[in-house]
């Protein structure tokens, strides 16, 4: 059954699995124009006289309305028998609404994972996959530091420029190598606003270097690890055709469009492109026979 409560006399879950609360104005705005849409959850208190209720889902929407000056709407259900109970309640009804930033998910995976939970149990509870759940509890073995760098910093009034998140997929990257190269990595990628090709690339480089094996490659044979590279081929000559089929006029139009420092710029890595090529060409005629390899040349 929904109720309205004071949202001032409803207590906070004190083991609440979200602990970042992003847009609460905006949120208050919207509530104080159009009402709140969505219902929280609580159960009914009696052994404080401060408060009314306490929550299991909603405290977005329960923060919002205290700044709105709104009631807040939830519906009551029965008292969990524990608070692991509660934070399990809470976990999973969060995952309906605002989505939990990676490192909440990992630490709420851990917490079921530590009552006992299996994968396939934690994949049923959440609606993903058991790699899904694997992928987000491997965060866990990242240092602390790179896990913040995991982490939206703010919400959108926010002054200044934000600061990219490191991605989910640069994180499980770094996952292979050790705290203090996760740490250096992760910051030089998140700090430089690192593009997420180079950023892969210097990852594997460093990993290599190291003698360490990033766990992504352990499930992928030859042929798919290089298969790639061909994409990436039919790729650049599809894209490149496109200006080579252009009047020499047009191309030269666009061209002069530049600056002669991006002209440069676009030299430089044209050349540097081409000195890879020209590299993974020489390997790849390494690997034929003579006969083969002259046809060719």
């Not at 705005?29 to 929280?40: E, H, L, N, T």
């Not at 509660?86 to 909440?104: K, T």
């Not at 926010?158 to 997929?169: A, D, H, I, N």
């Not at 890879?276 to 060409?281: A, H, K, P, S």
């Amino acid at each position: 059954m929904v109720q309205e409560f004071d949202a001032n006399r409803v207590r906070r879950f004190p083991d609440q699995p979200r602990k970042r609360f992003r847009n609460i104005e905006k949120l208050a705005g919207s509530i104080k124009v159009s009402g709140q849409k969505r219902a929280g959850i609580v159960f009914l208190v009696t052994d404080d006289s401060n408060y009314d209720a306490e929550l299991i889902d909603g405290e977005r929407r329960l923060l919002a309305c205290r700044v709105a000056g709104c009631r807040f709407r939830a519906e009551v259900q029965p008292r969990p028998t524990t608070v692991d109970d509660q934070y399990v309640d809470s976990f999973i009804a969060n995952f309906g609404g605002e989505p939990h930033d990676l490192m909440e998910i990992a630490h709420g995976l851990e917490r079921l994972r530590n009552r006992g939970k299996t994968l396939s149990e934690m994949a049923a509870m959440t609606g993903k996959s058991e790699g899904w759940v694997c992928q987000h509890l491997s965060l866990l073995k990242l240092d602390p530091k790179v896990q913040d760098l995991l982490v939206d910093d703010g919400d959108d009034s926010t002054e200044g420029e934000k600061r990219k998140p490191l991605t989910f997929s640069l994180a499980q990257m770094l996952t292979s190598l050790p705290n203090d190269k996760q740490v250096q990595l992760g910051t030089r990628i998140v700090e430089t606003q690192m593009g997420l090709a180079e950023a892969r690339r210097l990852i594997v480089r460093v990993a290599r270097d190291g003698g360490h094996r990033l766990g992504e490659g352990n499930k992928r044979g030859p042929k798919r690890q290089i298969r790639p590279l061909q994409t990436l081929l039919d790729e650049i000559k599809a894209r490149v055709g496109i200006y080579i089929d252009m009047p020499s006029t047009e191309l030269t139009t666009l061209i002069n469009a530049l600056d002669n420092k991006e002209k440069t710029g676009m030299v430089e890595g044209i050349d540097q492109v081409v000195e890879y090529l020209l590299t993974i060409t020489g390997r790849i005629q390494d690997t034929l026979p003579k006969t083969v390899k002259k046809n060719a040349s």
